[in-house]
């Protein structure tokens, strides 16, 4: 069939169909019984007004009670809460958790300013190490428990960031400002060149904030390739936890209210390292450092205030003696030497 053919009877189909319906239109309309021009249509005969329906509802079907149980776990703590308890201490220059099972503090926070490093009312040779008697005796750590372990008690928050006051001081010798850390090659060395590094942010900033803590992190064992986590326990009995590594998250900030927040986190190794190990082999991201803490940092702070730290500044250290950080606290000390 040509498609002029199909046309064709397209056309054909369409003019016999309107002919068929009206055909059957005219048909029903004689039908209709006609009206004459004298009849009177009868009154509509009134009615009483119904009421409108309500919709329908679902019936009510009573709530299932749930069966009163037949014990009560909470009744346990008529004797007593077990925690965990995370003896949240504030002092003049420091703010701390700390951590009863492994006697060392979660966290430690701090805030330095030009101002308050330009301040000079403090004097370390003043300041002596003490127990955190706040901490109940059976949890904290004890002045013996570093008695010939080999290990310094590294501060979360240098003395050196609180020199405006005697007692802003004082308050970072306690114990639960304290961590066991490597001597030579870290606390007394690349542990304080990092510290200087967060002193001189405030050059850039006028606000610095810096939490500081201990990690106990996994080790892949080299015979059966497992991961465990192992760490050696100072003190007599074992008392104090020795961490594996160290945390620091920095929150440099432009001194604008609701302005931009420049972020840092890094993670080191309770190790001796190199001076001229670049700090920004250690920069981890804040995620990570929460992953492995299970703190969170950084909740309440929007993304779009945040920038990164290490992509603001020159994250650098300025390598000086340990006898010259020691002066530190009497005067500015000489530079020796840069690396980055």
Known sequence: MSKSTLI?????????????????????????????????????????????????????TPS????????????????????????????????????????????????????SLSTRGGDRKHSVFVEDETIPSKFRAKLHDYFRSGYDRGHQVPAA?????????????????????????????????????????????PSVRIITGPLYLPR???????????????????????????????FAEDGKTGGNVSLGAFVLPNAPIANNKPLTDFEVPIEAVERASGLEFASKLPVPRRKKLCQE??????????????DDLKGSPPVRSITS
């Not at 991961?227 to 620091?248: L, Q």
Request: glycine share 4%.
């Open 161 to 205: 960031d609180a020199k405006w006051s005697q007692e802003a001081m004082d308050s970072t010798f306690l114990l639960s400002n304290m961590c066991p850390q490597v001597g030579d090659g870290f606390n007394r060395d690349y542990w304080a060149h990092f510290e200087d590094f967060c002193r001189r942010l405030t050059h850039s900033y």
């Open 220 to 250: 892949q064992d080299p015979n059966d390739r497992k991961w465990r986590v192992s760490y050696e326990v100072i003190g007599n009995p074992p008392n104090v936890a020795v961490p594996t590594h160290f945390y620091k998250v920095i």
């Open 64 to 115: 299932v009670l749930r069966p009163i149980p037949p014990v009560d776990p909470a009744g346990c703590f008529q004797y007593g809460f077990p925690g965990p308890i995370s003896d949240l201490h504030p002092t003049p220059s420091t703010v701390s958790a700390f951590d009863r099972r492994l006697r060392n503090p979660y966290w430690v926070a701090e805030h330095i300013t030009p101002s």
């Open 313 to 326: 500044v020159h994250c650098s250290l300025l390598i000086r003696d340990y006898a010259d950080r020691q």
């Open 8 to 60: 064709l009877v397209a056309c054909l189909s369409a003019a016999s169909s309107a002919a068929i319906t009206a055909t059957l239109y005219t048909t029903r309309k004689e039908q209709q019984p006609a009206v004459s021009p004298t009849q009177t249509l009868p009154s509509p005969i009134p009615t009483t007004p119904q009421p409108t329906p309500t919709p329908l509802q679902k019936p009510i």
